[in-house]
């Protein structure tokens, strides 16, 4: 793989509580937090940049305003030292923020994406990344995603919604890695 992660950003995006609640729908992945957590011990190991993206809703019933308990980051994800934290109000975490500017300042060209959930934001946050011409990876088994109703009665499987939005990403968006594979990248990585 022809990746400089030594020129490489890690984006956590969402990683927040407010999944956790009961007005969400089930979700698949039950290691996604420990992946994510061994993710960016490794990372942080390697002493590269992790830029944090959290969403803080505008909406007024969302379970992410920034007055709700949901909106806090889960155990393990909130930045240390100086890591920023980006706030997002809608699904790219591009979009009305400071990110690629942030990116751009600190010469960074691949990021490294994980979160919650693979069909919204993690996904969004790809593909905009992607048109603006960085190298994604994306670690799939870092994220994470809902089962959703078909619009005909039924319901979609929540691995199904993952698998479809990480097949679509991986042909053209971005190269994606399990877990195992990135920390074994990282292992090349002199901090």
Known sequence: MAFDLKAAALVPIDMQQGFDLP???PRWNDA???NGRQIL???RAAALPVFHVRHDSV???S???TDHLGNALRDGFAPVGSEPLISKSVNAAFIGTDLDLRLRRAGISTLVLFGISTDMCVSTSTRVGANLGYRIILV???CDCFALP???GGVIPARTVHDVHIATLRYEFATVVKTAELLAMLQTVGG
């Open 23 to 25: 007005a969400w729908p």
């Open 32 to 34: 996604v937090d420990d």
């Open 41 to 43: 011990a490794a990372w």
């Open 59 to 61: 909406e007024p019933n």
């Open 63 to 65: 379970t992410f305003r």
């Open 140 to 142: 799939e088994d870092a």
């Open 150 to 152: 078909d619009g005909l």
